[in-house]
């Protein structure tokens, strides 16, 4: 079945130091694996992306980290920022007609 | 570049009425997406069209969720009669080739 989320995990870190947010996949035929922000009452919004054949992307203060061994999948926010408080979400691309299919998400919290 | 357009922003009704939602995506943009986000969950995908097709529609409720894309452009989703799990965020996302989805602010549907 398609994943989905029944629980929220809370992540609360300090205002500058690094955060991880981890996410399991089950599917292996995936071709891409997202991370999406959500902001309260907004949509979610992209933040990057990772080919399956790549173990690691970088961003802009992002780095994904993937792992195909035990199909996990981490997103590390350098510096956190209050501005980075938000939900997110893994996801996982897949098909010809790029069906994106979303995780459970965790929230995170940056304390000032 | 104008995001993606939904209205309305809230919707309150009783069980068992109709309604319906409106998603104008970003132009030139040929996949459309409509997603259910139940409160502390992922979004869900309920169909995915491409161009004016349906590409995917497994996860919707057929009995009662019926959804249309104007010429390629314009969506409309709608649900006949609602229940009460039908409370909702629905999300209207639009893509342009492999590129990212980007979401519209969604539609908060209130079943009462």
């Known amino acids: 079945g398609e994943s989905v989320g029944l629980h929220l995990p809370t992540l609360s870190v300090q205002e500058g130091d690094n955060s991880i947010i981890n996410c399991a996949y089950s599917?292996?035929?995936?071709?891409?694996f997202i991370w999406y922000k959500q902001e309260s009452g907004k949509g979610p919004q992209f933040i990057i992306d990772?080919?399956?054949?790549?173990d690691k992307r970088q961003g802009q203060r992002v780095t994904v980290l993937l792992n195909k061994t035990v199909k996990h999948l981490s997103l590390q926010i350098a510096a956190t920022q209050p501005g980075d408080s938000a939900v997110y979400f893994c996801?996982?691309?897949?098909?010809?007609?790029?069906?994106?299919?979303f995780g459970p998400g965790t929230s995170l919290s940056v304390i000032p | 570049e104008a995001g993606v357009a939904q209205s309305p922003r809230y919707k309150i009704i009783e069980k068992r009425q109709s309604v319906a939602f409106w998603c104008n995506p970003i132009?030139?943009?040929?996949?459309l997406y409509w997603y259910q986000q139940i409160l502390g969950q992922g979004p869900k995908l309920l169909i995915q069209?491409?161009?004016?097709?349906?590409?995917?529609d497994s996860q919707l409720p057929k009995d009662r969720f019926s959804a249309e894309r104007l010429k390629g452009v314009d969506s409309t989703l709608k649900i006949q009669p609602a229940k009460l799990e039908d409370s909702a965020v629905y999300l209207c996302?639009?893509?342009?080739?492999?590129?990212?989805?980007?979401f519209g602010q969604g539609t908060r549907l209130t079943v009462v």
């Open positions: 996801a996982e691309r897949r098909g010809s007609y790029d069906k994106v299919i």
């Open positions: 132009s030139g943009h040929a996949t």
């Open positions: 069209f491409q161009n004016n097709g349906v590409v995917d």
């Open positions: 996302a639009s893509s342009f080739s492999r590129i990212e989805a980007f």
């Open positions: 599917n292996s035929a995936s071709d891409y």
């Open positions: 990772i080919r399956s054949n790549m």
